[in-house]
């Protein structure tokens, strides 16, 4: 597995990382405690060095799954958390209280059963604390050696700018893929201007990407695309293009629909770490893959003017949550 660094201060990733929301989160039931440990261990022999986690996850479920697996290689591992939900539920709205913050900071050491949190990140920019305030006191737990690094998460320009001069910003995780391509607009120019890292989560358009989910797909209970207007039958038979594009590609490559779109991603920026989650081991080797997927100039060019004819059709949040998205 190639390597990259986020931001300015040195820290280094593999060049995928593993999103692990989806093992006890967000995606329907939680995934069984010693399998989710097992995929966990499994990603990092495979050379997987970047674990993504949060708080709002479970809540706190998911950290106590990743300090678990993650024990035995801690000093070899990366670990990204998150604060920023009142009581780590997002359904109860936004919570960056300095206060709050140390709070959670002190809770997820005990969690992922270590010292330091490697990035601390602001889940999302919260209106009624400023970015000031949120950046000071990530500052502050980093000068007494509880965190490494910071990051934001779905902050818009203003506010990166903002918190990035209180406290340099290492990475802003945001929504980025081959069918959500609004960061290219503001969002990477600031980046490589402040030397900040891009961690794009939903890599996979959330799966459709992949090719799984056609006009009839239907969601279980617990799976939050259910209620995504992007996966409506009647989006989803207009976004079927995309899908076919994207299938087409990967055949030219001889690789998997997943690999093409993470190796996209890969080839946009030095400095963009992909996180992609699953439950599935297979899924997981087919994603490390796309690493050793080379895309020429030529392949970029191609595939952007291929994207180009494709109009993805559908919001990617439904309205209660399109309201945390700081723009």
């Known amino acids: 597995m190639h390597t990259r660094r986020l931001g300015q201060d040195g820290l280094e990733v593999s060049a995928l990382g593993l999103g692990c929301m989806g093992l006890s989160y967000g995606y329907g039931p939680a995934t069984d405690r010693g399998e989710a440990i097992a995929l966990i261990r499994a990603a990092h022999e495979r050379g997987v060095t970047f674990f993504d986690t949060a708080e709002a996850y479970g809540p706190g479920v998911n950290e106590e799954v990743v300090g678990d697996a993650l024990a035995p290689v801690r000093d070899r591992v990366v670990i990204a958390t998150k604060f920023g939900f009142v009581g780590g539920v997002p359904a109860q709205g936004l919570d960056s209280r300095p206060a709050r913050i140390r709070q959670v ?45 910071f990051g934001l998460s779905e902050a818009g320009v203003d506010s990166i700018r903002r918190a990035h001069a209180v406290q340099p910003v290492a990475a802003l995780q945001s929504e980025y893929s081959m069918w959500w391509r609004e960061p290219e607009a503001e969002i990477l120019p600031l980046l490589e201007e402040l030397g900040i890292g891009f961690v794009p989560f939903s890599p996979l358009g959330k799966g459709f990407l ?118």
Request: net charge neutral; proline share 5%; charged share 25%.
């Open 105 to 149: 900071a002190d809770e997820a050491l005990l969690r992922l059963r270590t010292d330091r949190i490697d990035l601390f990140y602001q889940h999302r920019v919260d209106p009624k604390v400023p970015i000031e305030d949120v950046a000071g006191t990530v500052k502050d737990l980093i000068a007494v050696g509880k965190v490494k690094h």
């Open 210 to 327: 992949t090719g799984r989910f056609g006009a009839d797909a239907t969601f279980g209970a617990g799976d939050f695309r259910g209620s995504v207007p992007r996966f409506a039958p009647e989006a989803l038979q207009a976004n079927q293009a995309l899908a076919d594009l994207v299938r087409d590609l990967a055949a030219e490559k001889s690789v998997t629909p997943a690999q093409i779109a993470l190796a996209w991603l890969l080839a946009r920026k030095p400095w963009i770490v992909p996180i992609p989650g699953t439950t599935k081991l297979h899924r997981l080797e087919e994603n490390l893959g796309a690493d050793a997927v080379d895309l020429t100039a030529h392949d970029m060019a191609r595939i952007e003017q291929a994207l180009a004819t494709v109009a993805v059709q559908g919001d990617r949040y439904a309205a209660a949550n399109q309201q945390f998205v700081n723009r």
